[in-house]
Every structure is written in structure tokens, then in C-alpha cells.
Nanobody, 115 residues
């Protein structure tokens, strides 16, 4: 079955950096667009960044442009999110998503940014 496993979350001070990883299995990874979403209690899940199957096209939400970078390694079936200049408002559970006609979600990883 399809599995998306996020890692790399944790507690960091404002201004710091974290790198999230999402390892995929059970699917032909290179066919899938990949995305990172985040969610805080009481709010809807929102897209943070996305990347197409080949890695040549990326999308960023306005609130992370210039701070976050999404990338993928199709040989390792892994997508990354490099998060720099973190702010307390970036605190959320971050989810990995794979989409190709059908979407799949990981279990999420907590990112907490202290002020």
C-alpha cells in the first residue's frame, strides 16, 4: 500500500531552520506531484509548497516565499522542505501529499517555532 512518512520536525527558535523529509513507498514516485501542507488546531489545512513530477515546476504560498524551498529526489522517492528564517506563526503539523489522479497523505510531523 502507499505510505508517506514525514520526518524532520521538531522544536526550533525563531530565525532557525529545519529540513522536513517525506519518504514515499508503494507508488511510482516519479509520476506524482508532491506537496507540503500544514494545519493548526481549528484551522483548515493549507498548502505550503508544491513540486511537479520532474521537479522543474514549484509553487509556494506567499507566506513562505523566500524562506522555504521544496525539492525532490526521484531516485530516493523522497521530497524535502527546507525551512529557513522560521517564525512562530510557522508552528503547525506539516503533512506530505502525493497526487496523481488520486491523493495520498502522510501522518504529519510537528514543527514548533518558539519566540
Amino acid at each position: 500500500q502507499v505510505q508517506l512518512v514525514e520526518s524532520g520536525g521538531g522544536l526550533v527558535q525563531a530565525g532557525g531552520s529545519l529540513r522536513l523529509s517525506c519518504a514515499a513507498s508503494g507508488l511510482t514516485f516519479s509520476l506524482y506531484a508532491m506537496g507540503w501542507f500544514r494545519q493548526t488546531p481549528g484551522k483548515e489545512r493549507e498548502i505550503v509548497a508544491g513540486i511537479n513530477w520532474g521537479g522543474g515546476v514549484t509553487y509556494y504560498a506567499d507566506f513562505v516565499k523566500g524562506r522555504f524551498t521544496i525539492s525532490r529526489d526521484n531516485a530516493k522517492n523522497t521530497v524535502y522542505l527546507q525551512m529557513n528564517s522560521l517564525k512562530p506563526e510557522d508552528t503547525a503539523v506539516y503533512y506530505c501529499n502525493a497526487y496523481w489522479f488520486k491523493g495520498y497523505w502522510g501522518q504529519g510531523t510537528q514543527v514548533t517555532v518558539s519566540s
